[in-house]
Nanobody, 119 residues
Framework: QVQLVESGGGLVQAGGSLRLSCAAS????????MAWYRQAPGKQRELVTT???????NYADSVKGRFTISRDNAKNTVYLQMNSLKPEDTAVYYC?????????????WGQGTQVTVSS
């Protein structure tokens, strides 16, 4: 069984920083793309950032210059460093990975971690 486990969410004041982590575990052969999504109350889930196995990244305009995604391929882990946080960044953040494992290929989601930014 493969799974993604997120950590690092919490409550922070506007202007502060948080670092999220997401570790993939199980009989994993390779992780192709990892990403972070977020969903604020009453809104649709939106893509925040992605990173390929080669390290290429993309960011939503709303987080460019403030958030940084990185990954440690040896640890099957992706990180999201969030700086200069704003109240509008408040959401549940979800890790996502496209990976191959013992039974084939899967698009996997983590359970989500709450990020709350107070004004």
């Amino acid at each position: 069984q493969v799974q993604l486990v997120e950590s690092g969410g919490g409550l922070v004041q506007a202007g502060g920083s948080l670092r999220l982590s997401c570790a993939a575990s199980g009989n994993i052969f390779s992780i192709i793309t990892m990403a972070w999504y977020r969903q604020a109350p009453g809104k649709q889930r939106e893509l925040v950032t992605t990173i390929t196995s080669g390290g290429s990244t993309n960011y939503a305009d709303s987080v460019k210059g403030r958030f940084t995604i990185s990954r440690d391929n040896a640890k099957n882990t992706v990180y999201l460093q969030m700086n200069s946080l704003k109240p509008e960044d408040t959401a549940v953040y979800y890790c996502n990975a496209d990976l191959t494992y013992g039974l084939g290929m899967i698009d996997l989601w983590g359970q989500g971690t709450q990020v709350t930014v107070s004004s």
